[in-house]
DNA sequence: CATTTGACATCTT
DNA sequence: TAAGATGCCAAAT
């Protein structure tokens, strides 16, 4: 698995929508290796190609990077720019959550959440 | 060539 | 429900 790999699928996440880190990496053929999908990410640059902003950790919170640039805040932004509506400073994945059947359903669970 | 570091997820206490 | 510990791979030094 190379980071090319991964971002490969980054790219395939339409706007207005979000995947957690593990399911690009199960969408990049290696389920289980969530965390190689950050650091390859961490690798990215802030205005790199990649939609990078729209891969959040699996509590759809957005993962604290160690040399904090304000890169957080930025993904944030873009974010909420592209419709999704933050729900105590996490995105409520049940809503938002990408599926590469999204054409499928987008998860009609009428659960409001906790 | 070996060691260290780095955007996570999942299980157990 | 929250916090701590463990597994994993690739790139940089």
Redesign the pocket.
Known sequence: ???AEIFAVVRRIPAGRVA???QVAALAGHP????????A????HADSPIP?HR?V???GAI?A???DSG?ALVQRIRLEQEGIAFRGGRVPLKQYRWSPDEHAVRRPTRRTA?
């Open positions: 698995m190379t980071h957690t880190y593990g289980g290796h969530a965390r190689q999908v950050g650091y990410l961490s690798a990215l990078w891969v950790n699996a509590q993962s990077r160690t040399t890169g906790r």
